[in-house]
């Protein structure tokens, strides 16, 4: 299908990480070497992430309001149709719409759904999307694939054995693990450290939680992460889950005034699908999310009703 197209429209994800628009960027750029009239979207916030900007094939992506909207549209790394909020309706009047996605609480939502929880991340699946369509992988298409790799296997700490070999691959064709590494998860704006130090203040231990597995929790209001890039309070997750004597993390993130996503992980056996559905969202049992609306309090007291 996807060799066939005379354009293909690629669609990322709402506050997009280096897997959706690696994974993106990555297909874009092997239909783009073979001659098939390629665009990349997301549906923002605007501008993307510097660093997720400084990927090779970054120029592919065009603001929602220049799409054009070709007759295969491919969804990226998205658990559902939300995930690409008001460009859900370029995959819909696409004559095929396309779903490639990793996600164990993806349902299906294109006319082709490519949904393999078993991955590692949807990096995988575009690797073998242009093995099997006998597209070569050159640097900058392995260097797009390898930012979505490093960053959905935390660094390769819960990588599955064949996400190993996939980095070996990817090395191989001459990408800069080793910079790309650096510049996707251990580089930070100044005012990160204001933002995380207050952050780790508000952290608030439940040891009665989810049956006695506990929970602790850490709000970023607005008046913290205004000062810096959106993406910057991503990261505040991956200090609050080393929290051992929770089994499950919690950080409740205001995008804008009484705007939340909500990010959880569980460091072994609570599943964390049913609670994100129950919520609106979605993703895998050891991390997901959701959005909420309204004053701190509340959102926070709605969540802790619902566990
Ligand atoms: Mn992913």
Redesign the pocket.
């Known amino acids: 299908m996807l060799r066939a197209a005379p354009a293909v429209t690629v669609l990322c994800h709402v506050r997009p990480?280096a897997?959706?628009i690696g994974s993106g960027l990555a297909l874009a750029l092997a239909l783009d070497a073979i001659g098939v009239e390629v665009e990349v979207a997301f549906p923002g916030p605007w501008p993307l992430p510097e660093a997720l900007g400084s990927l090779p094939g970054a120029k592919l992506i065009v603001e929602p309001g220049d799409l054009v909207g070709h007759p295969v549209a491919v969804a990226m790394?998205c658990a559902s149709s939300e995930r690409l909020g008001d460009l859900a309706a370029i995959l819909t009047a696409a004559e095929t719409g396309i779903v490639v996605d990793?996600h164990a609480s993806n349902r299906g939502f294109g006319d082709i759904d490519l949904i393999d929880p078993a991955a590692d991340?949807?990096a995988e699946l575009v690797l073998g999307i242009l093995d099997e369509a006998d597209m070569p992988v050159d640097r900058d298409i392995a260097t797009c694939l390898f930012a979505?790799l490093v960053t959905?296997t935390g660094s390769f700490r819960w990588a599955r054995p064949n996400s190993h070999l996939l980095a070996a691959r990817l090395l191989e064709t001459g990408v800069d693990g080793q910079g790309w590494t650096r510049t996707l998860l251990d580089t930070h704006q100044f005012g990160w450290l204001t933002m995380v130090s207050g952050a780790l203040q508000s952290a608030v231990l439940v040891p009665e939680a989810f049956g006695g597995s506990g929970l602790v929790y850490a709000v970023v209001d607005h008046s913290c992460s205004r000062t810096i890039d959106w993406d910057e309070a991503e990261s505040v997750i991956d200090l609050v889950r080393t929290v051992g004597d929770a089994d499950v993390a919690v950080v409740f993130k205001e995008s804008a005034p009484h705007e939340w996503t909500v990010s959880m992980r569980a460091r072994s056996h609570t599943d964390l699908v049913p609670l994100a559905r129950s919520q609106g969202g979605g993703g895998h049992p050891h991390a997901a999310g959701f959005s909420a609306s309204g004053p701190a309090d509340e959102v926070i007291e709605k969540f802790l009703t619902a566990v």
């Open positions: 990480d897997d959706t790394d990793h991340c949807t979505g959905d």
